[in-house]
């Protein structure tokens, strides 16, 4: 791919409310190089997902420069990033310590498009009571994001202990049976808690772009 | 199961503010009368999903006979039904023909909670044309929900076009490599359009319950 | 298969402490019938499970007479059955209505052998009250048997908060991405509370199998 | 992940009888190190579980130093061991040498919870006369943990020849159609032998927690 | 399928040693009936699988009437049989009284093809005892037909018990984790014993056909 | 395996219009280069797939410096090039930039065999407009190679717009339920757009044999 | 679905040169119905698909009179046939009698757009012999469909030896390791012989609009 | 693992007539160190399958100076090697170079217990002359061993062709839809081409022992 061959879909955000992300995993260090060189000629920011340690070393220096970069979630904001206003309406939820990169990742997506959220770690139902110790304190939340691999009871039982918008995320967390977030993902689908909206496994991205266009139409609902 | 054991969720509605709703695919006709029973018995009014004939036939019939029965969606009003107020906040959109029992579903949930809808069936992206010429009609609702099989890419192309919330019910409409639902399900999970959040294949109610949980949410941020 | 071909396990009783039993759903109302013959020739009792309505009706009248049948599992007694002494050590506890043909027969096999039990049903987490509110019950036997399909979460649940031995038998109970018990029975196997044991999806038969042999084993370090 | 976000269950053991254990394989050597320090400040010892030799060599040294490292198992105890007392009441067998570490695993897991337990290793059904010479000698405890890969028939010829508790661990040795440990998982599940429980693949961990908790029950009716 | 499109193979057995046969499954009477006529035509004996009741009804009286049927494995002669000469040579043995279609089927069209067979029912591995009273007789065959369902362990130790061919037929007796028969399938295929060679799930057909090329293979070798 | 052993099909051409191509991914350089000499030997060009930079730099410098590689779709020409004549008639269109390596093989076998070919790269449907823009110039091509992964929804959309052949290639982008590629491979064969010709995922060498197959049909009607 | 709620995509022939279809398998007799009676009223012929006896018996007498109807491909037309003009450019070749429907359905589309087609069957390769006697034949068409199930080895070996266009239809005969036509679609993707191109399991219509496509293709070339 | 513990099946060739063979992908250096150890101390050789350079390097030197090593199978022995006698009975036919490890393994065995056989590689079906011209020769083997991945084509041609024994091996050799070996496998177990016998994917050494098996019963055959 030669840098007349990229086509960055920037009327992204006019069009649906979300920047427009590279997802680097399948991308060479040169091709993110040629879109962020792109963006940088244009004077638009970009985020950046599933960028590795190693990508992140091929990159050019002063491009890596530009780059805030989270290690713990791999992502980048490239270019200067947007104040957050308003108060935290998102919840972000995860059973252990192992599913924190994907939450991470959610928090990153949200706070680039401006929006506050609250971390809520190691609630895991195995210890029920870790969970009802925060619960008031995840209900004051219109929305909750909740990131559980292996079973992924905790979405289950969430979703009947919350009114808001759920919106849960399978992480790859476990082995065996756990089929590589499979379990987790169907079981979240499978629910028996009404309402519960899935996204991709270990896709803490879709989840923030899911909880966007939900705080978009809220907004919206407000307004009318 | 006799009576003694049933154990409805009665307060769910007060808790998660969805009403509990009587899953009849795997009950008995006997069952399902047990559980009406009790119902009457409090007067509180219940929904029935995937209620077939075969199972309606089998209930008594002074308990069939308050029952709003629709056929193309297999759900069921037990008792009065509570007025539906104000704009229809969502879209509710299918691709064929074949999907409109689950469109169906999701429009008859909605309805059960008070809330107006909007119908767009048939708008399947081979003829591409069917959907433009309705998108402006779309674009009004703050919350869509798409109702798919077979490729799903229906949910792929509205999720590039619409700011708004969407909600993908991939369906079973297809055969081999549709595996009865699973490459629709998983199409909208791997979905190129962010933000796109997936219920369970044919899960029309699930669907109608997310986004009610959404407009709880949006109500919540509008009060605030 | 003809008579002479039979050959049951009539000494299973002796070397595993678990009597034969037939398993109906493979095998034709004749060869059923061979079977009980045989067994009624020795004087022997057994216990049939998955023996449908259809099979039933096409046993023999002098042969079905002397089952004592149950339509809910599909169990039934031939022979005259032993009293059942002690008290009560196993609970078996399932997520929903749907769940109760597999705990019954759980149940049933519990009681041909000689054992009491005790049923806590309709306490699936989605309303997490039902369940808290029975759990002192439940601690009171040091063996659990937990039924549950869709997302399974009652197991990881459960398991969390008692000391006892977990029996967890996935349900085939929900559709689409409850792949027919498959993700309830992952999701036990991935659970995140430790030293759940799991049983093949619906089968009662073995879960009740388990136990007996744990309450084997808890006799003999008894009596050590 | 900082320190104060971390939450352990240390309640657990008080809870269900078995002592928090930390699970590695998803962690980083600081993610570790935080949890042994967290851990050292409170004077709890603590169980390590999938450590491999890489992260073990990126802990601090003095925190490794307190490490009681087993290369087989990949287990580690963190903190003083108590002591193990009493007669062996489980019986560990497993088919190959390959299935040696997922044995050695719940043999070290029991060790730390007090319990001893007896190694009967490369009994495999190829050989049957291997299995049937050690039979008596498994057949003196009341409860046996089979490990088992590729077609998993030991555990149910065992299982058709003692009458104790019998907890099956598939492993994922084998190749091609051994499907990463899923045939040997099936096929216990599926298993001929009548009340063979079940945990997931590889998972020793668990089995040795199953194998707690019935130690926990067994004690519970022997006092009762 | 017009009786000038059919192109039976009746060269098949000169060229391979094999008659041809006709699976019944997917096709229909009428097709079976044109099938028929044409053999009868040429004169030519046709062996039928997979012919179910309804098929046989459906097919002219005549036609039918010369048809030797066995009901347990679905299979039919049409027209002479030639006579079974030699000793037995294959032993057919099986795991359960389920597993008897499939092991009639193998027995059946041996005989088709003028070979003797014996047949070992009834000895599932959970009762070993069976197995081992019956060692001796299987011995005396060079070639073994193991049938079996679930966990498929009797094709193991068979296989570590005999040192003639082994040609393993995985049943779909069973369910959940059974899966249809994948489970034996792949127990078999993965099995620890040496040298066992598999054919289709429920392809009793199939185990007979390997077992005759065996033969011939045999029967070249002993003329060299 | 020795020279002697090897046997290229250097007939292919003849028989069925597409040369001999060398898939590299399971060979050792050693291997590679045998079957270089031997084309050497004899004169002939070969095409190589699947040839990674450390197979190519295992290869003797003077047979590695006849190659023509192409770092981007690691394919390469070895010997001379016929040249490319006539128009494209082949428009390869590819969703982003992570299926560019399947594109480009496309590309490099059409070359090879002397057609020309159009890259039309980055129109995947979460953008429809970077499409549309773009349709025009695709609808002038009577051969479509789409190239897609993920939800693999360009095809469908392709599909309902162009009256040409269509060959799709499902390619391996994508994580969690896009499975590898299989998702995209479903998707692409269950389309809701008619007649969409499907090749194994990420073959991009694949379609471009068919779409050369599909010339020569051409050619052959075009003649007749 | 009422009439009013209709969206045919009349516009399809001119857009991408193939008729609108009618999938019947999820539709009902009164969805059929209304359908028909809306093309009826435009004077548009239509192609109806997967129209079983009982759904055709289902509509009204006058429609269900205008449908020449195919029992075995399961095919109507309704309203006037074009006349099919000039020679058979695409060959369909079938492995088996059971692979029949799907041969003839792809036969029945062709001559619904006016495109005649030859049929050779059961040439499966099993029989080589077969194959090659009517391989001067079939590789006088420029365009092949070949419908296999099974192991789809016909497929392989056509495509080895003739250089027109290969169209493989992938046919649901076949029991167990046969996987529902799962087998033949994988063996045809990765068929070892280059440029073969798959449609869906079963999916004769496809594959005839695929060689439509391709046929309109040739005929552009041919004109350019 | 300690020496004490090793448990090696010395009897063995004694019961089923096949030696003991070590599995050394599963194991360590050190583990496969201590059991050539063993074989030494009793004067035993050994065959080694799966020891790839890596563990090979890793033995202790003058153990590893004992081993005869094949490094395009993975195969070593250890100790003495008994003679080959007698003509080739078997022939391995191999599709493609990428199968050549598999069909080696299959040869190395059958050479280890003291058979000679002949090879037959790259006579894949996509050049079915390439086949044709070596049949004769093929056909002179009572018994055939076929390696084929991807489609496995080859299989069902030569099981068409041939009267012997077929034993079939599936190769892990291709991508995408090949999916590992699977549908390689599933095709040799769906073959249109009756009696043919499978073993595990790349299981040349399974392969092998069928066929020694098969040689057995021929013996015996031959005797009586």
């Known amino acids: 791919m030669t840098a007349g061959e990229i086509d960055l879909d920037f009327e992204r955000a006019e069009r649906i409310g979300l920047e427009e992300a590279i997802y680097c995993a399948g991308k060479s260090s040169a091709q993110i190089a040629a879109i962020l060189e792109t963006a940088a000629g244009r004077g638009t920011p970009l985020l950046l997902t599933r ?9 050019p220096a002063e491009l890596a420069a530009q780059i805030d970069y989270c290690a713990v979630s791999h992502t980048g904001f490239f270019g200067p990033l947007c104040p957050a206003d308003g108060p935290a ?51 004051r939340h219109p929305v909750v994001i909740v990131c559980a691999g292996m079973d992924a ?14 919106i849960a995320v399978p992480t790859s967390v476990g082995y065996g049976a756990a089929e590589g977030g499979r379990t987790a993902l169907n079981a979240m689908l499978a629910s028996c808690a009404p309402g519960i909206a899935v996204v991709n496994i ?10 966007l266009r939900l705080l978009h139409a809220a907004e919206r609902i407000a307004k009318a």
């Not at 960028?51 to 990159?59: M, S, T, V």
């Not at 029920?128 to 304190?137: G, N, S």
């Not at 009871?153 to 759920?166: D, E, F, K, R, T």
């Not at 270990?202 to 909880?211: I, K, P, Q, R, S």
């Open 153 to 166: 009871a905790l979405a289950s039982v969430l979703g009947g202990l919350v009114s808001g918008a759920v």
């Open 51 to 59: 960028l590795d340690a190693d990508r992140l070393a091929g990159l």
């Open 89 to 139: 309406r998102v919840a972000i939820v995860a059973a252990g310590t192992s599913d924190t990169p994907v939450a991470r990742e959610a928090e990153r997506v949200l706070r680039y498009q401006g929006r506050a959220s609250s971390m809520i770690l190691d609630v895991g139902v195995a210890g029920l009571h870790r969970l009802t110790r925060r619960l008031e304190e995840i209900r």
């Open 202 to 211: 270990d896709n803490g991205y879709g989840a923030a772009c899911a909880a």
